[in-house]
């Protein structure tokens, strides 16, 4: 289980509880359109990708079991996390 205020670069490989299948994260702080609820993480199982809309997994921090590949983090992504994925702060609806 990871620290609710941390979160893994995009690329970042992890596995989910009670799940076989690995995970690779390809979008944060997502709004779910359909149930207007917020999570930490979008993603698709690896190595497959998305294919199609039901490929799409809304998870949070507290859903990761293990992290196998962390992904690539240079200054953009530290002040992009520093900036926009502040957990104080509320997301809008895109």
Known sequence: ???KKAYLPIGSIVLLEGQKKR???DGRRVICGTEGKEYD???CFYPEG???QSDVILFNNDDVSM???IGF???EELAFRKIVLK???PLEEA
Do not use: K, L, S
């Open 87 to 89: 957990d104080d702060e």
């Open 41 to 43: 993480y979008r993603g």
């Open 73 to 75: 983090q240079d200054i």
């Open 67 to 69: 992290i196998y590949f």
């Open 1 to 3: 289980m990871m620290d």
């Open 50 to 52: 998305v294919r199609e």
């Open 23 to 25: 995970v690779m994260i």
